[in-house]
């Protein structure tokens, strides 16, 4: 004799997939908000890399070649050159563009406070030395402040 009856099927009811949509949903707009702050973070540590990248590269040319290297601070970016004395213009050998809506001022010993500075040079000489500056980079409202070590072109004071 055959049991007939109703069937049930594998399945989830209407109310189970609304619960379940909507634990998703809560949980995308909590982690949208961080992840979108770590993508603009982001977006202001590159050319802090950067510029710390000219830099170990600006010295270490500087000692290898036994020639002064600079690193042009524009508004627009950084440009890695060697310093050619008499010459008003080098040329380039490696140049970094700012990320839009990125700005930067620096502050060099003497100074009492920061500068935005359209054409600053940082000079590396022979000897490895360069000149101890502090830069601040700024997006918005959000800012990272550091130091490049004259030594040994690490960042420090971040």
Same mark, same amino acid.
């Given at each position: ?43 202001? *540590? ?32 950084? %440009? ?40 600053? *040079?940082? %000079? ?8 101890? %500056? ?10 990272? *402040? ?9 960042? *420090?004071?971040?």
């Amino acid at each position: 004799m055959a049991i007939r009856g109703r069937r049930r099927t594998a399945g989830f009811t209407m109310v189970e997939v609304c619960v379940v949509l909507f634990i998703m949903a809560v949980i995308f707009i909590v982690a949208a908000v961080p992840a979108s702050h770590m993508m603009e973070e982001e977006k202001l *540590r590159r050319p802090i890399r950067e510029l710390q990248s000219f830099a170990k590269t600006a010295r270490r040319d500087a000692m290898l070649q036994d020639k002064t290297y600079e690193v042009l601070l524009l508004n627009t970016g950084f %440009v890695l050159r060697t310093a050619t004395p008499g010459k008003i213009q080098a040329a380039k050998s490696a140049s970094y563009d700012l990320p839009a809506g990125v700005t930067y001022a620096i502050k060099r010993v003497g100074d009492k406070d920061f500068k935005k500075q359209t054409d600053a *040079r940082w %000079v590396f000489s022979p000897n490895g030395l360069c000149e101890p %500056v502090t830069f601040i980079f700024h997006q918005k409202k959000d800012w990272i *402040r550091f130091g490049i070590d004259p030594l040994t072109a690490a960042i *420090r004071n971040q």
